[in-house]
């Protein structure tokens, strides 16, 4: 798998260093971006609102163009179906990210729950289910939710 990962971003993205950094830069992006995609599938709806959100969110964070975008979710969706559980995701991101930056990836979840104006049950389980595995207490994410929904009130998405 890292191969792979290593592979995709030497080919489909330009890099100004070829770093350890770079290199942890570029697994979280695809760790993220398949946390993601996980949601959006979780009620078995993918809408284009969702994917969306998704590339809007990847594409912004992670300062990749239109191109490298598409191929992260590309590469993402991949891992995100060999994966046998989303433990390697949220433990490359535990490692990584401050508890900041963890509670953004769960607003961004619930902004992509919110994309198409409902909340399911299944992707309510998963949510709780990812705060937990990214070593977040209740309260973040509830605080999440509400800013989320906020964010999607306003934007006349909800």
């Known amino acids: 798998m890292l191969q792979k990962l290593k592979q995709f971003f030497t080919e489909n993205i330009v890099v100004e260093t070829q770093d350890e950094t770079e290199d942890v830069r570029r697994r979280l992006a695809v760790a993220t ?3 993601l995609l996980e949601m959006a599938y979780a009620d078995d709806d993918f809408s284009d609102m969702e994917k969306s959100k998704i590339v809007t969110f990847l594409s912004k964070d992670f300062k990749l163009n239109e191109q490298e975008t598409r191929n992260l979710v590309e ?3 991949m891992e995100r179906k060999e994966s046998l559980d989303l433990w390697q995701f949220t433990n490359l991101i535990n490692r ?3 508890n900041d930056q963890k ?3 769960v ?3 619930w902004r992509v729950i919110y994309a198409d104006g409902k909340v399911d049950k299944y992707e309510e389980a998963l949510i709780r289910k990812l705060t937990y595995l990214l070593n ?3 309260s973040v994410m509830i605080e ?3 800013r989320a929904r906020e964010h999607a009130a306003d934007k006349g998405e909800e």
């Open 96 to 98: 990584n990210y401050t």
């Open 107 to 109: 607003e961004i979840l």
């Open 33 to 35: 971006g398949a946390l």
């Open 75 to 77: 590469l993402a969706e």
């Open 144 to 146: 999440t939710k509400f």
């Open 136 to 138: 977040l207490d209740h």
């Open 103 to 105: 509670a953004q990836v």
